[in-house]
């Protein structure tokens, strides 16, 4: 890896500061002073900053509680990010492994393993997100029992060309319903309930694929994964 990118990675310097801090001669390894950006760092290097031993941070895989106000966004907005609620070194780089809207509660994963977010969100291998939902009118009787007819069908959405997954509801109250999805389109629990006439008030996500959000974390909380749940995707 090139010294300018080693810098980038493991302080908090930009390439065209770790360039600048360089030519400074701000910079040693092995207690030597380097300024050459395309210099190569071993991987038993002491790579020092002003003093300071720098490291590569490595792969995280975070799990988050998310509370409403939050969005899961890279860029700065109107609204605190994901991101910002996590206390790690170089946290910006964390990515949300498919997002939630800013009124939308619960399970976030976070990395900065592009391969692993990706086995999360591929289509193709179609991981189930399982959501609970307070809605706005009463789902029962003839209703409900069509509503779980349609939700395992198929919906097609308002401006949609194909139908909906498979997807299995379960009542837990006339107006709270677990609903479990295998695809993750835009907005798509909160149109299928429009789908039928309904509206979702309030929604929060419990799991994705076997992987179930911590009841020990409050909103706003999270942790790291064990390898154990990383090594469940």
């Known amino acids: 890896m090139r010294l300018d990118r080693f810098l980038a990675e493991t302080a908090p310097l930009t390439r065209s500061q770790a360039k600048r801090v360089l030519a400074q001669g701000e910079v040693t390894i092995d207690g030597e002073v380097v300024k050459q950006a395309a210099t190569q760092v071993g991987g038993h290097a002491r790579v020092a900053w002003r003093g300071e031993v720098l490291a590569l941070v490595g792969l995280r895989y975070v799990m988050l509680h998310k509370p409403t106000g939050v969005e899961c966004t890279a ?9 910002d609620l996590i206390d790690l070194p170089k946290a910006e780089r964390l990515q949300a492994v498919g997002r939630l809207d800013v009124d939308t509660t619960g399970l976030v994963l976070l990395t900065d393993d592009g391969q692993w977010s990706h086995r999360v969100t591929a289509p193709r291998r179609r991981c189930p997100k399982t959501y609970r939902a307070s809605l706005a009118r009463p789902l029962e009787g003839g209703a409900l029992a069509r509503a779980i007819a349609d939700f395992h069908e198929g919906i097609l959405l308002d401006g949609e060309t194909s139908p909906t997954r498979p997807a299995e509801l379960e009542p ?57 749940e990383t090594a469940l995707f």
């Open 172 to 228: 837990l109250s006339s107006r709270e319903v677990r609903l479990t999805i295998h695809e993750g389109r835009y907005h798509q629990v909160r149109r299928m309930f429009a789908a039928i006439g309904n509206h979702v008030e309030a929604l929060h996500r419990e799991s994705i694929g076997e992987l179930a959000l911590d009841t020990a974390l409050a909103p706003g909380e999270w942790r790291e994964l064990s390898a154990e």
């Open 75 to 83: 860029r700065r907005g109107l609204y605190p990010r994901a991101v």
